[in-house]
């Protein structure tokens, strides 16, 4: 009974790591980052979108094949031999300089959102990868703290057992005892599935083969959160990926509405033809130009209503960008509230209710070794104080998803080097 009771506050003290720092199957987060990065095909598809768009570029800023024709003419009954000239040409359709500026500044800007789409893409899948490592965390604190309840519960109900046989305790406290085994039995079965769960989503992340595993997570002690509000939102508004995005669009849309009035720039076609006429003898030259007629009156009506479009795009584009940066504010000063809420809850968990229950459980096991309390009063405190160890640590894994959805909100990969 002695081993049972030291043993119990032993295994109880609140909120330590269950797992030792050292243990030789741990698997670190910041490995899993860089693996991500890496590995994950949700960024590799964004890279290689990135990749596709910057080939574009040098597309949009080329002039148009020239076109090469030859022809036989007069050739009576279609008998190739006896045509009276043949022809053959070159062509090529001039656009105005600015013209190709203006396209090769539209694919630069496409490139561009490409690039942020990556780090949107790579932003989006590190806070999926960070808080289900945050969950994994938790829930193998929690096995292990409900495993340890089970072995106490075990020796618990032996002592009970062994009470009710010398007549000392009624089967009343067996049967409490037994249920209280049963519970933590069950409790152990549904944190092991969703532990198996967050290991299935984790591999995904990390597009790890199937016969592939996830070792034991590991949390630091400490909660930092030292920086401000303010710093979080002026960082987030210039470094936001998504931000940064909208931005371009709204500068695509002007470059598109400058492409518009080019519109109304006539473009050039040249070509250089050699003429021969087999029957006459004749060989010569000609020279032909062309131009196009964008003021023709059944054409200035499309013009105009690119122009109309274009316009519409930039007060689009610009309310969608106030629209998403009042969002991010809205974001990064959710999150932020939680966080600090999240870590004063912890505190208060570690410093008051923790010290408190542990003093409650002390008390019961004074009272039952002077025999004015019973060994069910002792199973009741030890309870309390396992359900609020597995509050706090909820906490501590809230904490750090909070951290995780601000340094996505920021566009940061870790928060801790902001100052």
């Not at 490592?133 to 109900?157: C, P």
């Not at 009272?367 to 509050?391: H, I, K, N, P, W």
Request: hydrophobic content about 45%; charged content about 25%.
């Amino acid at each position: 009974m002695t081993a049972f009771l030291c043993g119990l506050l032993v295994a109880l003290w609140p909120l330590r790591t269950v797992f030792p720092s050292g243990v030789a199957d741990t698997t670190r987060l910041w490995d899993l980052v860089e693996e991500s990065l890496d590995r994950n095909p949700e960024i590799e598809a964004a890279r290689q979108q990135m990749a596709v768009m910057g080939a574009k570029v040098a597309q949009e800023a080329s002039l148009p094949p020239p076109e090469l024709t030859f022809m036989r003419e007069g050739m009576p009954s279609f008998r190739y031999s006896e045509a009276m000239f043949s022809r053959i040409e070159i062509m090529q359709m001039l656009q105005f300089p600015t013209k190709l500026s203006t396209r090769r500044e539209i694919a630069e800007i496409s490139a561009d959102h490409a690039h942020h789409d990556h780090m949107e893409k790579e932003f989006d899948v590190l806070y999926r990868l960070k808080s289900a490592y945050a969950e994994l965390w938790y829930l193998q604190q929690s096995i292990a703290l409900t495993r340890r309840n089970g072995e106490l519960l075990q020796q618990a109900l032996a002592v009970v057992r062994a009470r009710y046989g010398a007549g000392s305790a009624g089967e009343e406290d067996v049967l409490k005892a037994s249920v209280e085994s049963a519970r933590n039995d069950n409790l152990i079965v549904s944190l092991r599935q969703r532990e198996l769960g967050m290991k299935s989503m984790l591999m995904s992340i990390l597009d790890r083969p199937d016969g592939d595993t996830l070792g034991t997570a590991v949390m630091p002690d400490s909660l930092v959160l030292n920086v401000t509000l303010d710093t979080l939102i002026a960082r987030g508004m210039d470094y936001r990926p998504m931000l940064q995005h909208d931005s371009l669009a709204l500068l695509e849309q002007k470059a598109l509405l400058s492409a518009a009035k080019q519109e109304y720039i006539p473009d050039l076609r040249i070509g250089l033809q050699y003429m021969t006429a087999p029957l006459t003898g004749f060989n010569g030259w000609t020279v032909t130009a062309g131009i196009t007629l964008p003021f023709a009156p059944w054409a200035l009506g499309a013009r105009s209503a690119k122009i109309d479009e274009s316009e519409a795009g930039i007060s689009r584009a610009a309310a969608a960008l106030a629209a998403s940066r009042a969002m991010v504010r809205a974001e990064m000063r959710d999150r932020y509230s939680r966080a600090v809420a999240d870590k004063h809850q912890v505190e208060v968990y570690r410093t008051a209710m923790l010290p408190r229950a542990e003093g409650a459980l002390r008390s019961a096991l004074a009272a039952y070794r002077s025999g004015r309390g019973d060994l069910l009063m002792v199973l009741d405190s030890c309870r309390m104080l396992s359900d609020l160890t597995m509050e706090a640590l909820m906490l501590r894994m809230d904490f750090a998803r909070s951290i995780a959805g601000l340094e996505q909100e920021i566009g940061v990969r870790d928060l801790t080097f902001l100052r």
